[in-house]
């Protein structure tokens, strides 16, 4: 799945070519790609069409359009992308995608009609979903703009992230401390921080040298504190490149991929020479994802000691 990142590349691409432009029609083909509105796809359609795209927004890994009229907001279309997922924009003209599941043909006031905003995903993992919107309960400062709004009602429990304003680095801190759990699990937990994913856990883990099996309560506070902050710098280095792309599915909204992954320092370097000591990194599972790390720079937690009694 794509993570803060890759999600903030596909909304700067909406923001620039998509909003602002009115929804003329709507067709989604199947029924997997509305699944998740369990209205089903034609009220979907009819809920788009003849809407104008006000907003394009993201919180951590989730991203919606704030659609309305006349200004005044109507709700939200909520794209999940799954782990295949992309948001195209296209000239109305161009061949369909094989994996074409969602269309939405826009007219720009300037322009006129001629562009669409296509959902395709190879797995189906992904989907479209209406939401209504609500007041955002962490907005900060510097986001009353873009927060104006509000939210999804279908994610107001998701924390926010760490390039967010409304991020509370210490209350987060103060959070994990608080817990028994290993501290790739903390970060990985959307509810507590969101935005980042397997990769960017793994390369803040290893900027901060520690192994992700390390309780959180065993850490400093201030060992929590740079972990997120390396965290935080990570994605924001992989933004400024595009975002980290493996294969073919992840583009941004022109079908560019991104080219943080030549500057990765742990996730899929297994068997490849630590960049800081030399030592070959290494991969273990870690719930049912693989984690990678230094066996020098971060070692593992010690087992803790069987419990020994007499007879």
Same mark, same amino acid.
């Given at each position: 799945?794509?993570?803060?990142?890759?999600?903030?590349?596909? $909304?700067?691409?909406?923001?620039?070519?998509?909003?602002?432009?009115?929804?003329?029609?709507?067709?989604?083909?199947?029924? #997997?790609?509305?699944?998740?509105?369990?209205?089903?796809?034609?009220?979907?359609?009819?809920?788009?069409?003849?809407?104008?795209?006000?907003?394009?927004? !993201?919180?951590?890994? %989730? *991203?919606?359009?704030?659609?309305? $009229?006349?200004?005044?907001?109507?709700?939200?279309?909520?794209?999940?992308?799954?782990?295949?997922?992309?948001?195209?924009?296209?000239?109305?003209?161009? +061949?369909?995608?094989?994996?074409?599941?969602?269309?939405?043909?826009?007219?720009?006031?300037?322009?006129?009609?001629?562009?669409?905003?296509?959902?395709? =995903?190879?797995?189906?993992?992904?989907?479209?979903?209406?939401?209504?919107?609500?007041?955002?309960?962490?907005?900060?400062?510097?986001?009353?703009? $873009? #927060? +104006?709004?509000?939210?999804?009602?279908? @994610?107001?429990?998701?924390?926010?992230?760490?390039?967010?304003?409304?991020?509370? !680095?210490?209350?987060?801190? #103060?959070?994990?401390?608080?817990?028994?759990?290993?501290?790739?699990?903390?970060?990985?937990?959307?509810?507590?921080?969101?935005?980042?994913?397997? @990769? %960017?856990?793994?390369?803040?883990?290893?900027?901060?040298?520690?192994?992700?099996?390390?309780?959180? =309560? +065993?850490?400093?506070?201030?060992? *929590?504190?740079?972990?997120?902050?390396?965290?935080?710098?990570?994605?924001?280095? +992989? *933004?400024?490149?595009?975002?980290?792309?493996?294969?073919?599915? %992840?583009?941004?909204?022109?079908?560019?991929?991104?080219?943080?992954?030549?500057? *990765?320092?742990? %996730?899929?370097?297994?068997?490849?020479?630590? !960049?800081?000591?030399?030592?070959?990194?290494? !991969?273990?599972?870690?719930?049912?994802?693989?984690?990678?790390?230094?066996?020098?720079?971060?070692?593992?937690?010690?087992?803790?000691?069987?419990?020994?009694?007499?007879?």
């Amino acid at each position: 799945m794509p993570e803060l990142p890759e999600v903030e590349v596909v $909304r700067r691409g909406l923001e620039s070519h998509v909003v602002g432009r009115h929804v003329d029609a709507v067709t989604l083909t199947g029924v #997997r790609v509305a699944r998740r509105h369990l209205p089903g796809p034609r009220d979907l359609e009819s809920r788009l069409t003849g809407q104008d795209v006000l907003a394009a927004d !993201r919180r951590g890994k %989730y *991203l919606w359009l704030v659609v309305g $009229r006349d200004e005044i907001p109507s709700g939200a279309l909520v794209l999940h992308l799954g782990m295949s997922g992309q948001l195209l924009v296209q000239p109305a003209t161009a +061949a369909p995608q094989k994996h074409l599941h969602a269309t939405l043909d826009l007219t720009d006031p300037a322009t006129g009609p001629g562009s669409q905003l296509r959902f395709v =995903d190879q797995r189906t993992f992904g989907g479209l979903a209406w939401a209504d919107l609500v007041p955002d309960p962490a907005t900060g400062p510097g986001e009353e703009g $873009r #927060r +104006a709004f509000g939210i999804p009602a279908s @994610i107001v429990h998701i924390a926010p992230d760490p390039l967010e304003p409304a991020f509370d !680095r210490a209350a987060v801190v #103060r959070r994990m401390k608080a817990r028994h759990v290993a501290v790739k699990r903390a970060l990985l937990d959307q509810g507590l921080v969101s935005g980042i994913g397997n @990769i %960017y856990a793994d390369e803040a883990l290893w900027r901060a040298g520690v192994h992700g099996l390390r309780d959180t =309560d +065993a850490l400093t506070r201030p060992a *929590l504190g740079r972990i997120l902050d390396h965290a935080a710098d990570v994605m924001r280095e +992989a *933004l400024a490149q595009g975002g980290t792309s493996f294969d073919a599915l %992840y583009v941004n909204v022109n079908g560019n991929s991104g080219y943080f992954d030549r500057s *990765l320092d742990a %996730y899929g370097r297994q068997g490849l020479p630590c !960049r800081r000591c030399g030592t070959p990194m290494r !991969r273990e599972a870690f719930m049912n994802r693989s984690s990678h790390s230094c066996p020098r720079c971060q070692p593992r937690p010690r087992a803790p000691l069987a419990a020994s009694g007499s007879r």
